[in-house]
Nanobody, 125 residues
Framework: VQLQASGGGLVQAGDSLRLSCAAS????????MGWFRQPPGKDREFVAA????????VYADSVKGRFTISRDYAKNTLYLQMNSLKPEDTAVYYC???????????????????WGQGTLVTVSS
């Protein structure tokens, strides 16, 4: 599975932004997809994930209530709607996918085998 992320940019605190991630290749085998981010000088961290068919979602506490992960099953596209953005949301955002079935939606980077190239989100104060 190949992933292509897009939608990053420079916004002000309080603004909204929507990231997209287009999947191609063996998309029929996708079990789950997610978003991770890497703030400047920090490690990559989990943001949100979704089971591809069932639509079950999980979120990091830091984004719960502000970010919404969703997918368009027909278009093989993953989205991350980010509202009420804060300067601490500044990071390179990566989409990730897995074709391995698990009983719960994965939220650890090691559980994802496919990664997009990353898109930079900068939130100014």
């Amino acid at each position: 599975v190949q992933l292509q992320a897009s939608g990053g940019g420079l916004v002000q605190a309080g603004d909204s932004l929507r990231l997209s991630c287009a999947a191609s290749g063996r998309t029929f085998s996708i079990y789950g997809m997610g978003w991770f981010r890497q703030p400047p000088g920090k490690d990559r961290e989990f943001v949100a994930a979704i089971s591809w068919r069932g639509g079950v979602t999980v979120y990091a506490d830091s984004v719960k209530g502000r970010f919404t992960i969703s997918r368009d099953y027909a278009k093989n596209t993953l989205y991350l709607q980010m509202n009420s953005l804060k300067p601490e949301d500044t990071a390179v955002y990566y989409c990730a996918g897995t074709t391995t079935y698990r009983t719960v939606v994965p939220r650890v980077s090691a559980d994802f085998g496919s990664w997009g190239q990353g898109t930079l989100v900068t939130v100014s104060s």
